[in-house]
């Protein structure tokens, strides 16, 4: 997405922004341990997990899974 043509009034166009730039940087399970920072135990977590994972298949969270196995197998093979 263009910053030029992001519309930063609106809170629901800047927080897909930036759920889209976490998950291209950080993957999927990435996205979410850094999502799960912020909880502050109030809200709907469901609709709004729904929201924020609506493209995510289960192969995406399978691969997100064999990834983080993988760099902690090489973190204990150094």
Known sequence: MNSISLEYHNPMVVRNAGIS???KELGI???FYFL???GI???DYTAEREQVF???T???ITEGIRAV???RQ???ND
């Open 21 to 23: 730039a976490l998950k």
């Open 29 to 31: 399970v990435g996205t």
């Open 36 to 38: 799960r920072q912020f």
């Open 41 to 43: 135990g109030k809200g």
């Open 54 to 56: 609506q493209d995510t």
């Open 58 to 60: 289960s192969n995406d």
């Open 69 to 71: 196995q993988r760099m």
């Open 74 to 76: 090489m973190q204990q």
